[in-house]
């Protein structure tokens, strides 16, 4: 198990809670437990927010629960899930010393909407944070039976950037990077909650990731078809409006590292509708010119050769830049609002973030290494080059290669 101090080093470079970080830490290693048990490693499907964030954006919102598709029901089973979360584990302690105990593992069967028999359940766990009072943090799983799984499941490796982590990497089998696009829309027409708007709106300004808007919505309408609900639109969003700007702020904040307005989210909305029943997508904003030996820059930001302090800075810059929020930039001694866009490496060898002015709406590049400190506000900018700094993940995500969407089972 990584040190109490390892988890409140990430924590302040990232400007969250420290809890947070515990969590998505066991998170993972829970992932890995699951994975390398021979019952569920080929009928559990990982789907949902904390896999967006896992398997295909180190720059996410951070996450709490962990939700699945089951190839096979038989496995709803209270008494199946409690042995093999035993196993999970003794394997997770044995490997990590992070604890699970079984007496406070929790599974229950509920009637789901579709007439079927979904299960939830509960895991508590001792991590590197002992809590001081009250009871263990848990973790919550959804395990869902009849879920339409449109395309083939992806094998990814997931985001685990911690000193434990297996050399090997952790791999799961999660949804294809479109249907997890489309369920993230179906998800939000159907309960319009923050944190839906929050990630439709992030893989949809993410253009270099965008998938083909026919396949995106052919998988969507054949989702909402096996739910018997519509697909979403903006008119029907527009009754919900008032109660999701009211919980943005209560479901969001302790997730991210600033909370941006959620007029920047809805904003986006008609564009999203537009490009997904059309093809036509919003204009994208040119990138700044690249000077000569430029190179851009995209690792994730812990496997880049710089300074604890800069991968610091890094990390809020990168968030700052995806939620289109303005830093406070302390540089040479001044402090200057800045909005970024794009990180890049000179033919010296040094890091350069290129970037706006806030205050006068001048181009700027700042060097890393000179940064003294950088701070996420609430003002939120549109941004006037293309945004470049969301670093690629484990794995190139791969098209659609398939014109029309095929069901997969049910």
């Given at each position: ?13 990232l ?75 003794e394997w ?29 359940g509960k895991?508590?766990y ?23 799984l ?46 839906d ?10 253009s270099e ?9 052919g ?42 307005p959620?007029?920047?989210f ?12 059309s ?120 098209p ?11």
């Open positions: 198990m990584i040190s109490r101090r390892e988890i409140l080093d990430i924590a302040h470079a400007g969250l809670l420290p809890q947070v970080v515990e969590k998505d830490y066991v998170l993972g290693w829970i992932l890995a437990g699951i994975y390398q048990h021979a019952a569920l490693k080929e009928t559990w499907i990982f789907k949902g927010g904390t896999c967006l964030k896992k398997c295909y954006f180190e720059t996410f919102r951070f996450s709490e629960d962990l939700d699945f598709t089951l190839s096979d029901p038989s496995q709803i089973n209270e008494e199946f899930l409690e042995r093999v979360f035993r196993e999970i584990g997770v302690y044995e490997k990590t010393g992070i604890e699970l105990p079984e007496e406070r593992q929790k599974f229950e069967r509920f009637p789901n909407p579709r007439g079927t028999v979904s299960c939830q895991l508590s001792r991590g590197p944070i002992a809590p001081r009072s009250g009871g263990l943090p848990r973790i919550k799983l959804d395990l869902t039976p009849d879920e339409l449109v395309l083939p499941p992806a094998k990814r490796v997931i985001f685990h950037d911690y000193s434990d982590a297996p050399e090997e990497g952790i791999p799961v089998r999660c949804y294809a990077y479109d249907e997890a696009f489309a369920e993230k829309i179906r998800a939000l027409g159907d309960r319009a909650r923050p944190r708007l929050y990630d439709v709106i992030n893989l949809f300004r993410n990731a965008r998938p083909r808007s026919a396949v995106l919505h998988v969507l309408r054949q989702k909402c078809a096996h739910r018997h609900i519509p697909v979403p639109t903006l008119v029907g969003l527009e009754t919900h409006r008032d109660d999701l700007e009211g919980s943005w702020r209560p479901m969001l904040s302790h997730q991210l590292q600033a909370l941006p959620v007029e920047s809805w904003s986006e909305l008609p564009g999203l509708f537009v490009w997904l029943e093809g036509v997508a919003p204009t994208e904003p040119a990138a700044y010119q690249m000077a000569a030996g430029e190179t851009l820059l995209r690792q994730p930001t812990r496997r880049l050769r710089v300074a604890a302090a800069a991968q610091s800075y890094l990390e809020i810059i990168r968030f700052a830049g995806a939620n289109h929020l303005c830093v406070d930039l302390r540089y040479q001694g001044s402090v200057r609002r800045i909005e970024p866009y794009s990180l890049r490496r000179t033919h010296e060898g040094n890091i350069l973030l290129h970037a706006v002015r806030a205050s006068d709406d001048q181009h700027r590049s700042y060097l890393i290494d000179r940064i003294q400190g950088v701070q996420t506000t609430g003002q939120s900018f549109i941004p006037r080059y293309l945004v470049e700094l969301n670093p690629w993940g484990p794995a190139a995500i791969l659609t290669t398939t014109g029309t969407a095929s069901r997969r089972h049910q």
